[in-house]
């Protein structure tokens, strides 16, 4: 065999070694769909952003899953989903700030709900908040002045 014969050689079953751990597959915990409705005083939730996070003591393999809220209803894919397991939820509700002249452009966070759920591996997982508007809590992320 021909050193540049060779070196095609290796070069080809490196780039096979390289390419067959790119699979396209996923990788950490299975993800599962999520859905529901949140009511505020029997209303539906305008707008707000909903976390999944697992509560199952291993943070590493316990990715949080996030969505938003509109009009009372929440779908979050497999994609980006829960894991399976004992969850803590938290919802924020959300001002959208439209003026270009002022600093706090974007969203506005007005305080946090909490909630939680138990996600199940052949479950449907809908889960339906109801809640008071005195329940809301001031958002645990807010910047204190």
């Known amino acids: 065999m021909s050193p540049s014969s060779y070196l095609k050689t290796v070069l080809f079953i490196v780039v096979l070694i390289v390419f067959s751990g790119c699979s396209g597959g996923t990788s950490g915990p299975e993800r599962l769909a999520v ?8 209303a539906p939730l305008e707008f707000a952003k909903i976390e999944f996070h697992p509560n199952t003591g291993d943070l590493a393999n316990s990715p949080t899953a996030f969505g938003y809220i509109e009009d009372g209803k929440y779908e979050i894919s497999e994609i980006t989903g829960a894991v399976v397991g004992p969850h803590d939820v938290i919802i924020r ?7 270009d002249d002022s600093e ?3 969203e506005i966070v007005l305080g946090e709900y909490l909630g939680v759920a138990k996600v199940e591996k052949n479950g449907e997982n809908v889960f339906n908040f109801q809640f008071k508007q005195a329940e809301m809590r001031p958002d645990r992320n807010a910047v204190e002045e």
């Open 35 to 42: 859905s529901g409705s949140v009511n505020v005083d029997d």
């Open 93 to 99: 509700p959300l001002k959208v700030n439209n003026d």
């Open 104 to 106: 706090e452009a974007g």
